[in-house]
């Protein structure tokens, strides 16, 4: 790629007078912009928009956008959403990870430094160590959006924010009452749950509060026993979770999982061990990713908008940089996909 200085040689002026030319600065008389127009397309120069923004004070054109995972499908219907959305705008996104250990602060600060216009985070639990970077990221009038789980205790942590920020809540607890009311209304008694978090978290998550509390309702107990816990996201971990499941028991009829990665692979599992779905086991998954259609037996799953949450964080940034909005909150309701990894309970 050319420089300045490789342009001021070709134009036969000063690297300050190309400099000029680039940033749309006046008192440069219209036959050196002339040479220099014609260096700079000869050259094939592309100029910088970060260092263009940070002397002229005009956007970058870039959005940030933190994810948990974008090799999980359902941040990258997100992520694939909102780039689609910034592009048909005119801006770029710079894409951040969370997993693998990653420090989502240290993330927050490379957004800050590449001064992105906006920022979208739907990447889970937000940190008090994060919040600051949120709140400078504010007091700079940089949009934040983010995404949070409805009854998620970790939400007081950002709750300062929210008259400040745009916020998406999503409804996994009502999402997990809907998939497990519809498997006790299948005659499912024992329904085992493969559970992505620590043991710790059995208290607060949304989709074990939701599935506990249907439980409780038809006189149902909770067994420990049948949930494995501590599984992390990827699809190997629902293999796992399975094989766990059935080391400890066969005693159950059901099983939800944390999303449908999770239930894809406990499927697998199943057809390994001779298990029929869904005449011996009904499997639930969570997400509805375009993958669950596929399965075999096509997966019944909690479809939780993916690509809704990508449109509207682009456009809320994008909104607000553009006019200066209110904070907004959209939810997002959970719906139940019936497909055919489920079945009534056989006697």
Sequence with gaps: ?????????????????????????????????????????????????????????????QLGLLVYDVANPYFAEIATAVENVAYQNGYSVILCNSSGGRNTAVNLQTLIRHQVDGVAI???????????????????GIPVVVTRERFWVSNPAIDHLSNRIGTIELDYYTGARMATEYLVSLGHERIAFLFSLPKSNLEMDPRVLGYREVLAEHNLPFCEDLVVCNLGFRQSSGARGMLELLS????????????????ISALAVCRDEGIRVPEDVSVMGFDNIAASQYTYPALTTV????????????????????????????????????RHSTAARRA
């Design 303 to 338: 479809h939780v908008p993916k690509s809704e949450q990508g449109e509207f964080m682009a456009r809320y940034l994008i909104s607000y940089i553009r006019e200066e909005c209110q904070p907004v909150l959209r939810r997002f309701p959970s719906e139940l996909v019936v």
């Design 248 to 263: 400890r028991t066969r005693d159950f009829t059901a099983v939800i999982a944390y999303n449908d990665l999770l239930a």
């Design 122 to 140: 739907t990447s889970g639990e937000i940190e008090a160590e994060e919040v600051k970077y949120l709140e400078r990221l504010l007091d700079r």
């Design 1 to 61: 790629m050319a420089t300045l200085r490789e342009i001021a040689q070709e134009a036969g002026v000063s690297v300050s007078t190309v400099s000029r030319v680039v940033n749309g600065y006046e008192h440069v008389s219209d036959e050196v912009r002339l040479r220099v127009e014609r260096a700079i397309k000869k050259l094939n120069y592309q100029p910088n928009q970060l260092a263009r923004a940070l002397v002229s004070g005009r956007n970058t054109k």
